[in-house]
């Protein structure tokens, strides 16, 4: 077979229905919700995902002299509360063509519940917890990018620094609950995700490029994933806002997380991010 056939042929299993059909005419509904899911749970939640865990402290940072970088958390609630509303749209879309029990499946069944623990996940979001840490003294408010040198102390120059006491800050039981929780059910969403979206493209029947171009997506996020990971860049939420000071609470305790990278003050010159030219 010459090289032409067999890129005729390569090309003609891409463009065919998995099941080998002839035709490939879903309904709208169908196309629409496929597509949304897709971009909802296929490409933004790994995404997302991946800026929370890598880039709490971003390239040319100088950090630890520069602390709370929003751009994790900013990115991070946008692509997941966007992601949020393109699965709602998809939910709406099926349930307008086909507005059987979640049980009619094993899809609808894995994929209703996958949509309600997932806005589950993102309201809990909200019972995170103050915040906390270095305030300032006359409104209480948190400091942005403070360095600790030049946080105010009370009373005199020998008294401790001002701390706005915060379930963050503290770590408290909230905090830390929060954090186990999220984390768990954040990684889990996405691994029960992927199935549902393997068994949502086998009962749509789809064309074999789509199941091939996701599977490649995945790919290339998870070596994404292990080279950041190698690279120490998965640092702590709490040092990445707070410090390497031994002496913050929260650094007193365990990392929450697989994997997760803590640095100390002997070694953080370590660090695998970049800093600016002094």
């Known amino acids: 077979m010459s090289d032409a056939s067999l890129l005729a042929h390569a090309l003609d299993w891409l463009l065919s229905p998995i099941s080998g059909a002839a035709d490939h005419d879903p309904s709208t509904g169908t196309y629409l919700h496929g597509r949304l899911m897709v971009l909802a749970w296929g490409i933004m939640v790994p995404v997302g995902t991946l800026l929370s865990r890598f880039y709490k402290v971003t390239p040319g940072q100088d950090w630890p002299r520069v602390l709370n970088n929003p751009f994790w958390f900013l990115t991070h609630r946008t692509v997941e509360y966007g992601a949020g509303v393109l699965m709602l749209a998809a939910v709406v879309v099926m349930a307008l063509e086909d507005p059987g029990p979640p049980w009619r499946s094993f899809h609808a069944g894995i994929g209703w519940c996958v949509v309600i623990v997932a806005w589950l996940q993102l309201l809990s979001s909200h019972l995170r917890g103050a915040m906390g840490g270095p305030a300032n003294p006359a409104t209480r408010v948190p400091l942005r990018n403070?360095?600790?040198?030049?946080?105010?102390?009370?009373?005199?120059?020998?008294?401790?620094?001002?701390?706005?006491?915060?379930?963050?800050?503290?770590?408290?039981?909230?905090?830390?609950?929060?954090?186990?929780?999220?984390?768990?059910?954040?990684y889990g969403l996405l691994a029960v995700s992927a199935m549902t979206l393997v068994t949502g493209l086998f009962a749509a029947d789809a064309l074999n490029w789509m199941w091939v171009t996701l599977i490649l997506w995945w790919m290339a996020c998870t070596a994404v994933f292990i080279v950041l990971q190698r690279q120490g860049r998965n640092i702590d939420c709490y040092q990445a806002i707070w410090g390497v000071d031994a002496a913050l609470p929260g650094n007193r305790m365990k990392p929450i997380g697989w994997g997760i990278r803590r640095y100390t003050s002997s070694n953080v010159a370590q660090a695998p991010f970049p800093r600016r030219q002094k």
């Open 146 to 186: 403070w360095q600790w040198s030049q946080v105010p102390r009370a009373a005199d120059s020998s008294g401790p620094r001002l701390d706005w006491p915060g379930d963050h800050y503290n770590m408290t039981r909230t905090r830390v609950v929060f954090e186990y929780l999220h984390k768990a059910f954040g």
